[in-house]
């Protein structure tokens, strides 16, 4: 039962059907029925009552989901009460079933299209959460009905007419129902129509937005209705084009519309009408921050068509790029200088040195370094607590967008809301924490430079486990500079100090310091990769100390909204900063931060020398899923495997260096960092090898495990990922490994001829990589078979792509191959050829008889190609360019291939056999197969000793099966 006066009231609004004249003004009835309930202090409000007052004080369209509902409408606040808990008006909690009845029932009855259009509204949004069941189809057809009706008679602001006419549209388009999208569709172009105002840009180009744009394929325009939309903003960008606002909320609809039509000349000129508005608008020029502003705007607008794949707006966003680092700015004019004074008493500061170094009698050095990272480091909890203080007394600067400028005026960062953007904000505010703490860690180092001399922090440092004798010159010339009072010289040294220590530090500790490159080599891990992939080890190491040492790191040394100062330094960027003291100084505090790290006595740290290697190819016939070769060799077949099952079997058979390296195994998406796999990389590979023993501990010995695969293979293998102890490693090709599926063939490692071929060839894979500490022990012969191997791993270039062109190269590189083996530095330097075909003969005619005519063609090739007759003769016999490429026998280029490949390592295996003078009176292999030319006996024996290694090699291949072309 409803109260007679709100039932009055109620029955007039039907009759009267006056326009709400406010903003939202259904919240007027909502008002008018409180007042009613409010002044009669005796009666108790009904449910009726009450289900009326809530009906017209829920807010439509409800800008965000705070409220939790995920509905059309929701509350009118959310606010806390003042227990602290979080209250809700209207609450979606208050309705029932038998509410809903009630407002369907009114939908139905009244005759104010205002009234029926919430009524029926809250019915047809509440129902699905509130009876778990739609509503009926009429409460929508009248929520569409009334909405219409709303906007034709004009009974709402625009604003609310606009919001109603959408909701209208997107029902019948829910609904399905074409007379109904019709209807909304023609009152949209009549309302907008009637409410634009050129200077009111939510009063138009919403029924383009809508019709074309967001509802175009469910609704039916006809092409004078689109073009006359199209029109009306075209002309309106011509009226507004000199107001910037005007002009970029006009633009941004037909931008998407002409990009949508990939009709690019059209995009790229209302987009070159934004910029000029842009970059002419007096305001906009006023000062830097807004005319940095107003660029940043032009490119983020080319920046977005330019990633929808449109070139002209990829060559705008470039000529922007390029012309905001030209900008002359004075940003002195846009900056406002905020100080702050605070007096601090001598006796205060007296007694703050005195707990760092003691009264009379001076604490050790090591307890004072001690206490000087610890007064320095920024505590978290305080940060936070400091940060949140500050919020919650000056909330204004935390609820805008904040623009952060670097020191040497580039836009580097823009903030939100605290609440959206904490985290960054955390670390901006963090980073003014330490600018605060500078004038106390002056004070704090400049007691440290009275009290010890040069010489002693010197030897300090020295004696420090990160900053050994390597860096001794390089440590006492930056020691000498801070103490000299030289921050420029002092912070350009500490940075490269600061950097290897903390590399030191992370490889002391088993993490990853090197990833691998597509040179078949190793690249180191940068400071910003060593922060972030390996802090927890920094965490672990300073654990103890109760702070977030990795945080500070980052904060002083690579996080753009801290200090910056490493990559600031490493990029030549603000570097007036360096000039100043409390640079110098909070580099010197990461300096003594890392002096505290000690080595253990002992390193219990068990590094293993197994790798594995898997790779794809046809699914192995093998049942098991692991299959030992022979002694700890293993095969895998990875099709009877699931990622997670692999991992922990990996991790029995080649344990993690420690805890550190969990989160190189298994990722859930593919990252650019080249550690761990996906499930759908896994999918990929077919089988791999579990290998024993390698070079190095750690198993950094991919290069050179490989180059002896590669010996074995017929074909080059091409990996797709590798693991050592410290975790799985993806390995990057020229090509996708899958392109290489048919040529990866397990069934030649699924022996033990290959076991015994590894063991026989181990030691010589040292010549597959560079590595310092060998070389520095290499004489000639090393020299040699390491150029010979480093050529042969580059013949992969030539397998991933044969050419008309790229023969030739091929060529070449095997002739130079071989000639590294069989005569390089020789003295005797008459008829090298001769001599070259003799030698390799000598070893392999009894294997391949041909071998020698065959070098002597591909000599032939390599000589045309490198003296030029080649190109001669194609200029000569070819009317127009590229008319009569001769068409090189591949396979032939294959034969010579395996030549190369068997030569190489028959070679090795001699190599090493002289090396431990097997062969009587030999110095060299190269001398053992002169002297084999005429000398039978000897012959004989190098025959054997490489038959002995071909024996477990499967037989040659001299036609190509590359299915890759």
Not at 87 to 97: A, G, L, N, Q, R
Not at 187 to 203: Q, R, V, Y
Not at 342 to 354: A, C, M, N, R
Not at 665 to 694: H, M, N
Request: some cysteine; charged content about 30%.
């Amino acid at each position: 039962m409803l109260h007679n006066e709100i039932k009055t009231y109620l029955e007039n609004l039907d009759q009267e059907q006056k326009a709400l004249t406010s903003y939202n003004g259904e919240h007027d009835i909502a008002k008018a029925i409180k007042d009613i309930l409010v002044k009669d202090t005796n009666y108790k409000p009904t449910i009726e009552d009450i289900a009326e007052q809530i009906a017209f004080d829920f807010m439509e369209e409800y800008p965000n989901d705070n409220s939790g509902w995920d509905t059309y409408h929701g509350p009118m606040f959310i606010l806390p009460n003042q227990q602290g808990q979080l209250v809700e008006y209207p609450s979606i909690k208050k309705i029932d079933e038998e509410t809903l009845k009630y407002w369907t029932k009114r939908a139905k009855e009244t005759k104010n299209p205002i009234l029926s259009s919430r009524y029926a509204d809250l019915v047809v949004d509440f129902s699905p959460k509130v009876i778990n069941k739609n509503a009926d189809v009429d409460l929508f057809q009248i929520v569409i009905d009334s909405n219409i009706a709303i906007c034709q008679k004009s009974l709402a602001d625009s604003l609310d007419c606009k919001t109603k006419i959408k909701r209208a549209l997107v029902l019948a388009i829910k609904i399905n129902n074409q007379e109904k999208i019709a209807k909304a569709k023609e009152t949209i172009i009549n309302l907008e129509k009637k409410a634009a105002t050129d200077d009111k840009p939510g009063l138009w180009g919403f029924a383009f937005k809508w019709l074309i744009l967001d509802f175009g394929k469910k609704i039916t325009l006809n092409e004078i209705e689109k073009a006359e939309l199209i029109k009306d903003l075209e002309d309106r960008l011509k009226r507004v084009e000199k107001d910037v606002w005007l002009a970029e909320n006009v633009v941004s609809l037909l931008a998407e519309y002409y990009a949508n039509e990939k009709d690019e000349d059209n995009l790229m000129r209302v987009l070159d009408v934004l910029e000029k508005s842009l970059k002419t608008n007096d305001r906009t020029n006023s000062d830097a921050l807004l005319k940095m502003h107003a660029y940043e705007k032009i490119h983020e607008i080319y920046q977005k068509y330019k990633d929808k794949g449109f070139q002209k707006a990829k060559s705008a966003s470039d000529r922007i790029s390029q012309e905001i680092g030209q900008l002359d700015l004075d940003w002195n004019k846009s900056f406002k200088e905020i100080s702050v004074t605070t007096e601090i008493k001598q006796k205060d500061i007296d007694d703050f040195l005195k707990a760092i170094f003691g009264d009379k009698e001076q604490g050790k050095l090591e307890t004072i370094i001690a206490k000087i990272v610890v007064n320095f480091l920024p505590k978290k909890e305080t940060v936070e607590k400091q940060l949140k203080d500050v919020s919650g007394k000056h909330p204004l600067q935390f609820l805008c967008t904040t623009q952060v400028v670097s020191d040497d005026g580039i836009p580097i960062a823009k903030l939100s809301t605290l609440e959206e953007d904490y985290d960054n904000h955390f670390q901006r505010y963090a980073s003014q924490y330490l600018q605060f703490g500078s004038f106390f860690l002056t004070l704090a180092t400049d007691e440290l430079k009275n009290r010890v001399s040069k010489q002693n922090i010197t030897e300090y440092f020295s004696n420090s486990t990160l900053f050994g004798n390597d860096n001794k010159e390089y440590l006492e010339r930056a020691i000498s500079a801070y103490w000299d009072n030289d921050y420029l010289i002092a912070s350009h040294l500490f940075n490269p100090l600061i950097e290897s220590a903390i590399r030191e530090l992370v490889k002391n500790c088993g993490g990853i310091i090197l990833k691998p490159n597509n040179l078949g080599g190793y690249d180191r891990l940068t400071l910003c990769q060593l922060l972030k992939g390996q802090g927890n080890i920094i965490e672990n190491i300073f654990s103890g100390m109760g702070q977030s040492m990795d945080f500070y790191f980052r904060l002083v040394l690579t996080e753009k909204l801290g200090m910056n100062l490493r990559n600031d330094f490493a990029h030549g960027f603000g570097k007036k900063k360096f000039f100043a003291r409390n640079v110098s100084d909070r580099l010197f505090h990461v300096m003594v931060c890392l002096s505290l790290v000690k080595k253990r006595e002992e390193n219990n740290m068990n590094r293993t020398r197994k790798m594995f290697f898997a790779f794809v190819g046809k699914e192995p016939e093998q049942t098991e899923k692991i299959s030992e070769i022979q002694d700890g060799y293993e095969f895998w077949n990875l099709k009877k495997f699931v990622l997670d099952e692999f991992v922990e079997e990996l991790k029995k058979k080649i344990p993690p260096v420690n805890n550190n390296v969990i989160h190189n195994y298994k990722v859930d998406s593919d990252s650019r960092e080249p550690y761990a796999i996906t499930e759908e990389q896994f999918k990929k590979c077919s089988w791999g090898l579990l290998i024993p023993d390698t070079l190095e501990e750690g198993g950094f010995s991919y290069a050179e495990t490989l180059f002896i695969l590669n010996l074995y293979s017929p074909n080059f293998l091409y990996p797709c990922f590798y693991v050592n102890d410290m975790g799985i490693m993806r390995q990057k090709h020229d090509k996708d490994s899958m392109i290489y599926f048919h040529t990866q063939d397990y069934s030649i490692f699924n022996n033990k001829n290959f076991v015994e071929f590894y063991k026989i060839l181990f030691e010589q894979s040292k010549y597959g990589s560079w590595h310092l500490d060998r070389i520095k022990l290499w004489n000639k012969e090393d020299w040699r078979l390491f150029i010979a191997a480093f050529l042969y791993s580059g013949l992969k270039d030539y397998e991933n792509s044969k050419s008309l062109f790229g023969w030739q190269r091929e060529s070449a590189e095997m002739a130079t191959i071989l000639e590294a083996l069989f005569t390089a530095d020789d003295s005797r330097n008459e008829e090298v050829m001769y001599r070259l075909r003799k030698r390799i003969a000598a070893l392999l005619a009894w294997k391949f008889p041909d071998i020698e005519k065959d070098i002597k063609e591909l000599y032939e090739a390599r000589s045309a190609f490198v003296h030029g007759s080649f190109f001669k003769q194609i200029a000569k016999e070819s009317p127009g360019a590229y008319n009569n490429l001769p068409s090189p026998d591949f396979n032939l280029l294959y034969k010579h291939k395996e030549y190369v490949r068997v030569a190489l390592a028959a070679y090795l295996n001699l190599a090493k056999i002289v090396s431990l003078e097997n062969i009587d009176n030999v110095k060299s292999v190269m001398d053992a197969l002169e002297e084999s030319i005429i000398d039978f006996r000897l012959r004989e024996k190098l025959i054997s000793e490489t038959k002995t290694l071909f024996d477990f090699m499967p037989e040659p291949r001299l036609k190509s099966e590359e299915k890759n072309g």
